[in-house]
């Protein structure tokens, strides 16, 4: 096993997914709940999870993108961003953060936390652009793949387009196209160099192990 490449089971992983009030807010864009997955051995690990609402310090109106539990009297009673950056940092820091286009959340949670450090981002979306999947949205990917009901089964009382549920199958959905894309375990530096993105704000890249 001596001088083996790492496998990217073995990589230091962590699905995220953010919930924010909207596009049109700009910069003024509010993180409105977050979640973190870790993977072990290439698979998403509840327990070790973090999942929270997070308070906007402002109201928030309803649009029709927003989940019918991010109201503002929900929101009112969670902590704000400050209040679990520490948390976010601890989860985050050093690890490649996994996601569906997740430079998307990646931005606004870099905005909002900024000593945020991943070594990098991994995007299931680049990975099922290269797969040739004909269509792209997590939704849709996970029931063409059928693994919409293994989610259910994993985050039970879930729904998609809330942050445990979307983070944990973007967590689900990256074996399942590595299994596509190589019919193998690949390296480490394979994936990142299939799915990977850099990001300018990360710390020099540790070992993926």
């Known amino acids: 096993m001596n001088g083996s490449p790492v496998t990217w089971t073995n990589a230091n992983l962590v699905a995220v997914d953010l919930e924010g009030s909207g596009a049109q807010d700009r910069d003024d864009e509010a993180i409105l709940e977050v979640a973190l ?5 290439g698979l998403p690990h509840l327990p070790d999870s973090f999942e929270t609402l997070i308070n906007p310090q402002r109201p928030i109106g309803r649009h029709p993108w927003l989940s019918p ?29 996994v996601g569906h286009n997740v430079a998307v959340d990646w931005r606004l949670l870099k905005r909002r936390v900024p000593d945020l450090a991943p070594a990098g981002l991994i995007d299931t979306l680049r990975l099922a652009r290269a797969v040739g999947a004909s269509r792209r949205s997590l939704t849709v990917l996970l029931d063409d793949l059928s693994l919409t009901r293994d989610i259910h089964a994993i985050v ?13 199958a973007s967590a689900i959905l990256l074996p399942a196209l590595v299994q ?3 019919g193998r375990t690949p390296s480490a530096t394979e994936l990142l160099a299939a799915a990977g993105i850099p990001t300018t704000d990360a710390t020099s890249q540790p070992a993926l192990f």
Do not use: K
């Open 37 to 41: 997955v870790p993977l072990v051995a």
């Open 69 to 97: 539990g991010l109201t503002n009297a929900a929101l009112n009673q969670a902590p704000t961003i400050n209040e679990v950056a520490q948390r976010l940092t601890d989860m985050i820091n050093g690890r490649y953060l």
């Open 156 to 168: 039970p009382g879930g729904q998609p387009h809330r942050a445990l549920w979307d983070a944990t």
């Open 180 to 182: 596509r894309h190589w």
